[in-house]
């Protein structure tokens, strides 16, 4: 898939539009869902073009795969949510209902999350 530039996290890690920020670092910005699905829905993207976490792992270079998913659990940590737990979701893909073409990765907690799917 060809990386949309003006995909809505594109223009977020651009300045462009706002979000309501929780860390930043030289691998990713993390950021609020806007439509959060449990207390604490948080999203972390890479500072870089990739579409999914398909094209993240094919492309990015080794130090920042590395670097991105230690500042994925550094959030976590900022979050305080890494006592009682926390979900990591990433979509890839349609029928994984992906629908912001940029790498995200979700981390769900505040609550009993339950079931993986319902
Ligand atoms: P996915 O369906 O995995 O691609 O997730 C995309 C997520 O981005 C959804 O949970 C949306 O609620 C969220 N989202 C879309 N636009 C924004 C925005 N401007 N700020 C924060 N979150 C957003």
Known sequence: MTYDTNNIFAKILRGEIPCN??????????????????????LVIPKGQYTSFHDFTAQAPAGMIQGFFASVRAVAMKLGVDQNGYRLVSNHGADASQSVPHFHVHILAGRSLGALLP
């Open 21 to 42: 920020k929780v860390h930043e670092d030289e691998y990713c910005i993390a950021f609020h869902d806007i439509t959060p699905a449990a207390p604490v829905h948080v």
